[in-house]
Protein backbone atom coordinates (compact mmCIF):
# COMPACT_ATOMS: atom_id res chain seq x y z
CA UNK A 1 0.00 0.00 0.00
CA UNK A 2 2.75 2.20 1.01
CA UNK A 3 4.35 1.51 -2.41
CA UNK A 4 1.41 2.08 -4.33
CA UNK A 5 1.03 5.85 -2.80
CA UNK A 6 4.21 6.48 -3.36
CA UNK A 7 4.19 5.68 -7.23
CA UNK A 8 0.84 7.63 -7.43
CA UNK A 9 2.49 10.42 -5.19
CA UNK A 10 5.17 10.87 -7.89
CA UNK A 11 3.39 10.42 -10.92
CA UNK A 12 1.04 13.29 -9.57
CA UNK A 13 3.77 15.75 -9.47
CA UNK A 14 4.50 14.40 -13.02
CA UNK A 15 1.23 15.06 -14.86
CA UNK A 16 -0.91 17.91 -15.16
CA UNK A 17 -2.04 20.16 -13.20
CA UNK A 18 0.61 19.00 -10.89
CA UNK A 19 3.77 19.18 -13.40
CA UNK A 20 2.29 22.72 -14.35
CA UNK A 21 1.74 23.84 -10.69
CA UNK A 22 5.49 23.19 -9.93
CA UNK A 23 6.59 24.93 -12.65
CA UNK A 24 4.35 28.06 -11.91
CA UNK A 25 5.46 27.90 -8.07
CA UNK A 26 9.32 27.54 -9.29
CA UNK A 27 9.02 30.71 -11.26
CA UNK A 28 7.49 32.66 -8.33
CA UNK A 29 10.18 31.61 -6.09
CA UNK A 30 13.03 32.84 -8.46
CA UNK A 31 10.65 35.95 -9.86
CA UNK A 32 12.77 38.07 -7.36
CA UNK A 33 16.44 37.08 -8.54
CA UNK A 34 16.05 36.13 -12.18
CA UNK A 35 12.21 38.16 -12.47
CA UNK A 36 12.40 37.20 -16.85
CA UNK A 37 13.10 33.61 -15.68
CA UNK A 38 10.15 33.62 -13.18
CA UNK A 39 7.96 35.31 -15.79
CA UNK A 40 8.39 33.05 -18.14
CA UNK A 41 7.26 30.11 -16.30
CA UNK A 42 4.31 31.63 -14.58
CA UNK A 43 2.82 32.45 -17.63
CA UNK A 44 4.00 29.44 -19.46
CA UNK A 45 2.91 27.17 -17.09
CA UNK A 46 -0.99 29.72 -17.43
CA UNK A 47 -1.04 29.16 -20.84
CA UNK A 48 0.14 24.83 -21.33
CA UNK A 49 -2.73 24.60 -18.12
CA UNK A 50 -5.38 26.33 -20.08
CA UNK A 51 -4.38 24.64 -23.54
CA UNK A 52 -5.00 21.29 -21.59
CA UNK A 53 -7.56 22.27 -20.31
CA UNK A 54 -9.87 22.55 -23.98
CA UNK A 55 -11.66 19.92 -24.99
CA UNK A 56 -10.11 19.93 -28.20
CA UNK A 57 -6.43 19.35 -27.26
CA UNK A 58 -7.85 16.31 -24.49
CA UNK A 59 -9.71 14.69 -27.88
CA UNK A 60 -6.43 15.55 -30.15
CA UNK A 61 -4.34 13.87 -28.06
CA UNK A 62 -6.32 10.80 -26.84
CA UNK A 63 -7.52 9.80 -30.32
CA UNK A 64 -3.90 10.31 -31.69
CA UNK A 65 -3.01 7.75 -28.77
CA UNK A 66 -5.72 5.36 -29.78
CA UNK A 67 -5.66 2.53 -32.59
CA UNK A 68 -9.10 1.30 -34.10
CA UNK A 69 -9.15 -2.45 -33.33
CA UNK A 70 -11.63 -4.84 -34.92
CA UNK A 71 -14.19 -6.41 -32.82
CA UNK A 72 -12.69 -9.91 -31.70
CA UNK A 73 -13.69 -13.42 -33.30
CA UNK A 74 -14.93 -16.08 -30.45
CA UNK A 75 -12.39 -18.53 -31.93
CA UNK A 76 -9.79 -16.04 -31.35
CA UNK A 77 -9.47 -16.54 -27.41
CA UNK A 78 -9.69 -19.18 -24.36
CA UNK A 79 -11.02 -16.40 -22.51
CA UNK A 80 -12.31 -12.98 -21.61
CA UNK A 81 -10.27 -10.90 -19.04
CA UNK A 82 -11.30 -7.46 -17.90
CA UNK A 83 -9.50 -5.41 -15.92
CA UNK A 84 -10.85 -2.94 -13.44
CA UNK A 85 -10.59 1.05 -14.15
CA UNK A 86 -11.35 2.25 -10.29
CA UNK A 87 -13.81 1.54 -7.86
CA UNK A 88 -15.33 3.64 -4.84
CA UNK A 89 -15.39 2.30 -1.07
CA UNK A 90 -18.21 4.09 0.41
CA UNK A 91 -21.78 3.66 -2.45
CA UNK A 92 -23.98 3.67 0.52
CA UNK A 93 -26.88 3.46 -2.75
CA UNK A 94 -25.26 0.20 -3.06
CA UNK A 95 -24.78 -1.13 0.45
CA UNK A 96 -20.86 -0.85 0.19
CA UNK A 97 -18.23 -0.09 -2.68
CA UNK A 98 -19.36 0.05 -6.28
CA UNK A 99 -17.55 -0.22 -9.19
CA UNK A 100 -16.51 3.30 -11.21
CA UNK A 101 -17.80 4.66 -14.87
CA UNK A 102 -14.53 3.35 -16.68
CA UNK A 103 -15.05 0.12 -14.85
CA UNK A 104 -18.42 -0.43 -15.28
CA UNK A 105 -17.82 0.89 -19.22
CA UNK A 106 -15.19 -2.33 -19.59
CA UNK A 107 -17.76 -4.98 -17.59
CA UNK A 108 -20.63 -3.88 -20.12
CA UNK A 109 -18.30 -5.25 -23.24
CA UNK A 110 -17.23 -8.03 -21.34
CA UNK A 111 -20.92 -9.11 -20.88
CA UNK A 112 -21.46 -8.55 -24.30
CA UNK A 113 -18.58 -10.22 -25.72
CA UNK A 114 -19.24 -13.20 -23.14
CA UNK A 115 -23.24 -13.47 -24.46
CA UNK A 116 -21.57 -13.44 -28.39
CA UNK A 117 -18.91 -16.16 -27.66
CA UNK A 118 -19.94 -18.08 -24.41
CA UNK A 119 -16.00 -17.20 -23.27
CA UNK A 120 -15.31 -17.48 -19.66
CA UNK A 121 -14.23 -14.22 -17.92
CA UNK A 122 -11.57 -13.51 -15.43
CA UNK A 123 -11.92 -9.95 -13.65
CA UNK A 124 -8.68 -8.46 -12.16
CA UNK A 125 -8.59 -5.59 -9.88
CA UNK A 126 -6.85 -5.48 -6.30
CA UNK A 127 -7.21 -2.89 -3.51
CA UNK A 128 -4.18 -1.36 -3.27
CA UNK A 129 -5.41 1.70 -1.33
CA UNK A 130 -6.21 -0.69 1.59
CA UNK A 131 -10.08 -0.61 1.47
CA UNK A 132 -11.97 -3.83 2.26
CA UNK A 133 -13.56 -4.92 -1.08
CA UNK A 134 -10.81 -5.36 -3.94
CA UNK A 135 -11.73 -4.19 -7.09
CA UNK A 136 -12.22 -7.69 -8.76
CA UNK A 137 -14.87 -8.34 -5.87
CA UNK A 138 -17.24 -5.48 -6.82
CA UNK A 139 -16.67 -6.57 -10.51
CA UNK A 140 -17.94 -10.32 -10.13
CA UNK A 141 -20.54 -9.09 -8.05
CA UNK A 142 -21.73 -6.21 -10.81
CA UNK A 143 -21.21 -8.82 -13.78
CA UNK A 144 -23.73 -11.59 -12.08
CA UNK A 145 -26.27 -9.47 -10.53
CA UNK A 146 -26.63 -6.59 -12.68
CA UNK A 147 -25.38 -7.97 -15.87
CA UNK A 148 -26.74 -11.61 -15.40
CA UNK A 149 -23.19 -12.97 -16.52
CA UNK A 150 -20.86 -15.59 -14.58
CA UNK A 151 -17.51 -15.07 -13.66
CA UNK A 152 -14.98 -17.71 -13.60
CA UNK A 153 -11.60 -16.51 -12.27
CA UNK A 154 -11.15 -13.67 -9.89
CA UNK A 155 -7.80 -12.14 -9.63
CA UNK A 156 -7.91 -9.77 -6.47
CA UNK A 157 -4.19 -9.24 -5.47
CA UNK A 158 -2.64 -6.67 -8.12
CA UNK A 159 -1.91 -2.73 -7.57
CA UNK A 160 -1.63 -1.98 -11.19
CA UNK A 161 -1.35 -3.17 -15.09
CA UNK A 162 1.70 -5.09 -14.47
CA UNK A 163 0.25 -7.01 -11.35
CA UNK A 164 -2.87 -7.45 -13.76
CA UNK A 165 -0.99 -9.37 -16.33
CA UNK A 166 1.76 -11.14 -14.34
CA UNK A 167 -1.33 -12.16 -11.54
CA UNK A 168 -3.64 -13.38 -14.48
CA UNK A 169 -1.18 -15.11 -16.35
CA UNK A 170 -0.38 -17.29 -13.05
CA UNK A 171 -4.08 -17.85 -12.64
CA UNK A 172 -4.82 -18.95 -16.15
CA UNK A 173 -1.59 -20.99 -16.74
CA UNK A 174 -2.76 -23.82 -14.62
CA UNK A 175 -5.58 -24.03 -17.12
CA UNK A 176 -3.27 -24.03 -20.24
CA UNK A 177 -4.89 -20.57 -21.35
CA UNK A 178 -2.64 -18.53 -23.31
CA UNK A 179 -4.57 -16.61 -26.17
CA UNK A 180 -7.10 -14.72 -24.34
CA UNK A 181 -9.66 -11.06 -25.48
CA UNK A 182 -7.99 -8.32 -23.11
CA UNK A 183 -10.91 -5.88 -22.31
CA UNK A 184 -9.74 -2.32 -21.18
CA UNK A 185 -9.90 1.45 -22.70
CA UNK A 186 -9.17 1.55 -26.02
CA UNK A 187 -6.05 4.17 -24.97
CA UNK A 188 -5.17 1.94 -21.80
CA UNK A 189 -4.78 -0.64 -24.79
CA UNK A 190 -1.43 -0.16 -25.58
CA UNK A 191 0.29 0.17 -22.09
CA UNK A 192 -1.73 -3.02 -21.32
CA UNK A 193 -1.23 -5.00 -24.48
CA UNK A 194 2.67 -4.70 -23.82
CA UNK A 195 2.50 -6.04 -20.43
CA UNK A 196 -0.03 -8.80 -20.91
CA UNK A 197 2.26 -10.32 -23.60
CA UNK A 198 5.52 -9.92 -22.21
CA UNK A 199 3.87 -11.70 -19.14
CA UNK A 200 3.10 -14.72 -21.77
CA UNK A 201 -0.36 -14.23 -23.16
CA UNK A 202 -1.64 -13.42 -27.34
CA UNK A 203 -3.84 -10.77 -26.62
CA UNK A 204 -6.56 -10.53 -28.62
CA UNK A 205 -7.43 -6.64 -28.20
CA UNK A 206 -11.19 -6.04 -27.16
CA UNK A 207 -10.87 -2.36 -26.61
CA UNK A 208 -13.94 -0.03 -25.52
CA UNK A 209 -14.62 3.52 -24.36
CA UNK A 210 -12.84 5.25 -27.81
CA UNK A 211 -12.35 9.12 -27.71
CA UNK A 212 -15.23 10.36 -29.30
CA UNK A 213 -16.53 14.14 -30.50
CA UNK A 214 -19.29 14.59 -32.23
CA UNK A 215 -18.58 18.04 -33.63
CA UNK A 216 -16.49 21.10 -33.01
CA UNK A 217 -18.00 24.23 -31.29
CA UNK A 218 -17.03 26.92 -29.29
CA UNK A 219 -17.20 24.28 -26.21
CA UNK A 220 -14.35 22.75 -27.29
CA UNK A 221 -12.53 25.99 -26.73
CA UNK A 222 -13.80 26.72 -23.58
CA UNK A 223 -11.68 25.29 -19.95
CA UNK A 224 -13.22 22.02 -18.28
CA UNK A 225 -12.02 19.82 -15.71
CA UNK A 226 -13.21 16.95 -17.41
CA UNK A 227 -10.78 17.60 -20.74
CA UNK A 228 -7.32 18.24 -18.00
CA UNK A 229 -8.17 15.32 -16.58
CA UNK A 230 -8.34 13.32 -20.01
CA UNK A 231 -5.38 15.02 -20.80
CA UNK A 232 -3.62 13.91 -18.00
CA UNK A 233 -4.45 10.42 -18.84
CA UNK A 234 -2.48 10.82 -22.07
CA UNK A 235 0.34 11.92 -20.21
CA UNK A 236 -0.08 8.64 -17.58
CA UNK A 237 -0.31 6.52 -20.30
CA UNK A 238 3.23 7.98 -22.02
CA UNK A 239 4.74 7.60 -18.77
CA UNK A 240 3.33 4.17 -18.18
CA UNK A 241 5.03 2.59 -21.81
CA UNK A 242 8.22 4.16 -20.88
CA UNK A 243 8.51 3.02 -17.13
CA UNK A 244 7.11 -0.75 -18.01
CA UNK A 245 9.46 -1.11 -20.82
CA UNK A 246 12.70 -0.28 -18.59
CA UNK A 247 10.96 -2.60 -16.09
CA UNK A 248 10.43 -5.51 -18.75
CA UNK A 249 14.03 -4.27 -20.01
CA UNK A 250 16.11 -4.51 -17.03
CA UNK A 251 14.17 -7.69 -15.92
CA UNK A 252 15.60 -9.31 -18.49
Not at 73 to 99: D, F, M, Q, T
Not at 165 to 188: F, G
Not at 235 to 247: N, P, T
Amino acid sequence: MLSWQLTNTLTSLLLPPGILILIMACGLAVSRARPRLGKTMVVGGLIALYGLSMPLTAHVLLSGWEDWYPAPSANEASAIVVLGGGKSHSAPEYEGGSVLGATLVRLRYAARLHRQSGLPILVSGGSPDGSPQTEAELMLRTLQEEFSVPVRWVENGSANTLENARLSYRTLAVENIRTIQLVTHAWHMPRAQLVFEAAGFKVIPAATGYTSRYRLTVLDFMPSALALRDSAVFFHEIIGIVWYRLRLILRG
